[in-house]
């Protein structure tokens, strides 16, 4: 694989597509984006609109529109195109459709001459990367998918509210499908190091604390986002940033996104939601926590429900 030019190819110029291009932009995480799209027109009007921006930015990001084939020299290619959302309270309900456009856009992407890291953003993405990996061919550490990143910020973020404490001090990690079978591993839940069961051990303020509810909360928050204004953009923005920094800057970071286990947490061929460790060649090791028995069985249920749509794509 092939480490050059820092530039990212972004197929999908919609909501969430061009907020990741700005947020790239304005971390100032690669020195050029492209912008692919069926609507050609409206991708070349994106480009331009990001790139008047530049002189007010602090790097001089190129931005473009191109084609299939500007994925040719690309560290990474971004996808996020999907189908609408149409109201049902399931991304599962929308797999047939998007795949059928990823069917579309992932043998074009290989025509080019692609050899680099496919982040894969659309949903439902546990089904759409492991469809990716099969189409393109690329080693399982070259195709990512957001996975459970988003809900793992939503999760640090609620229980920093409760604690009134920085959710960058909380480390937890959302496991399974980026999905309604999500599941937490409260026993590795942390916060300033220290365990938050210790925490409610020796808080009596926090002993009703309902960590069902927290779950659940996470479980439905992005719904309730999608209610309120339409759509997602901001969160999963920011989230597929982290993940291309962390490819771009080598960081080495864990980050919980859906990857291909081959034995890992006793399960094999599924692309689920796990903390991994990125760099510039993709994912490089996976971090095996040890889960309680009832955090294992409900990790393995959401794995089989991921399983069990992955048949139904036929491969």
């Not at 820092?6 to 790239?24: D, E, M, Q, R």
């Not at 991304?91 to 992932?106: E, G, H, P, Y």
């Not at 839940?189 to 220290?194: C, I, M, P």
């Not at 909360?217 to 923005?237: C, E, H, M, P, W």
Request: hydrophobic residues 40%.
């Amino acid at each position: 694989m092939r480490i050059s030019r820092n530039k990212v190819a972004i197929i999908g110029a919609g909501v969430v597509g061009t907020t990741i291009a700005y947020s790239l932009v304005l971390q100032e995480v690669c020195a050029e984006i492209t912008l692919i799209d069926i609507n050609e027109v409206k991708a070349s009007g994106e480009a331009m609109d990001l790139q008047h921006g530049i002189e007010y930015c602090g790097r001089n990001t190129k931005i473009t529109a191109g084609n299939y084939m500007d994925c040719k020299d690309a560290e990474i290619v971004v996808i996020t195109a999907s189908a609408p959302y149409s109201g049902e309270l399931d991304r599962l309900q929308m797999m047939d459709k998007t795949a059928n456009i990823i069917k579309s856009i992932v043998p074009n992407i290989m025509e080019s001459g692609f050899d680099g890291i496919i982040v894969v953003v659309s949903n439902p993405v546990d089904i759409i990367s492991y469809l990716v990996h099969h189409l393109s061919g690329l080693p399982k550490s070259q195709v990512i998918g957001t996975g459970t990143a988003l809900e793992t910020a939503r999760l640090k973020q609620h229980i920093g509210e409760i604690l009134n404490i920085d959710p960058r001090n909380v480390e937890a990690f959302v496991f399974g499908e980026h999905g309604d079978s999500l599941t937490v591993p409260w026993s590795h839940v942390r916060v300033s190091g220290k365990n938050l069961m210790e925490i409610i051990r020796d808080n009596p303020e926090y002993s009703d604390l309902d960590l069902k509810k927290i779950e659940e909360s996470t479980r439905k928050a992005g719904f309730d986002v999608l209610g309120k204004k339409g759509n997602t953009q901001y969160g999963i923005a920011s989230v597929a940033t982290g993940i291309i920094s962390a490819i771009l800057r080598d960081e080495y970071k864990a980050i919980p996104v859906s990857t291909y286990l081959d034995g890992e947490y006793g399960v094999k061929d599924v692309f689920c939601g796990v903390p991994a460790i990125l760099n510039r060649y993709g994912v490089v090791d996976i971090v095996e926590l040890h889960l309680t028995e009832e955090e294992t069985e409900r990790f393995d249920n959401s794995v089989n429900v991921i399983k069990e749509n992955i048949e139904k794509l036929g491969l």
